[in-house]
């Protein structure tokens, strides 16, 4: 099992939000398709025993460092509780590199370009860095860094008027969703 992954996708996922709205020491929600978790665990599809028994060990794994999270599932998707000393161990032992955070900054400002987000990547990689444009209507560009111990993510960008959006995956899960 990869529970490091998980552990460390979730992290990623709380410092974003304490990036975005500020550290609040409360629980916090996080909802996976199933299949994100088949992909990063390395578990095989459609075997409910051996997902459940996946989210049993991992909720042991990172107990010390998250505390007792809790995991359901509704439908096809998983949802993650982190309580609040699972954001607090993240708040205190979870060091960003800068990008995420002046990524975010530079994605909220109005009027944000194109070249504006690229140069933010282009500080953190030395120029190796991929832009595509997308052919789905949902996002106009996807960025990511060719060097993947950067940053594991793809942030699909969308423009609007004078604003833009982000959603950002893991290379796997946007490989499943065809994007």
């Known amino acids: 099992m990869q529970y490091s992954a ?4 979730l992290m ?10 500020g550290y609040e020491r409360e629980p916090i929600r ?11 665990l390395k578990i095989r599809e459609g075997s409910p025993e051996e997902t459940k ?6 909720k042991e794994y990172v107990k010390e460092r998250l505390g007792d999270i ?13 309580p609040q000393e699972g954001i607090e161990y993240v708040y205190y ?5 800068g990008f995420l955070k002046e990524f975010i900054e530079t994605v909220e400002k109005t009027n944000t370009t194109l070249e504006d987000i690229l140069k933010v990547f282009h500080k953190f990689a030395d120029g190796k860095v991929a ?8 996002f106009d560009y996807i960025i990511f860094f060719e060097d993947s111990s950067i940053d594991n993510y793809r942030y699909y960008i969308k423009f609007h008027g004078n604003h833009a959006t ?5 290379s796997e899960d946007a490989a499943d969703m065809g994007i």
């Open 6 to 9: 998980l552990e460390q996708m």
């Open 12 to 21: 990623n996922s709380i410092k974003e939000v304490q990036i975005k709205l």
């Open 30 to 40: 996080f909802y996976y398709p199933e299949r994100a978790l088949v992909n990063i």
């Open 53 to 58: 028994a996946a989210m049993e060990g991992f």
């Open 70 to 82: 809790r995991i359901t599932k509704s439908q096809e998707r998983f949802c993650f509780e982190i």
């Open 93 to 97: 032992h979870k060091k960003d590199n």
């Open 131 to 138: 832009c595509i444009k997308s052919q789905e209507e949902d």
């Open 166 to 170: 982000y959603h950002r995956f893991l």
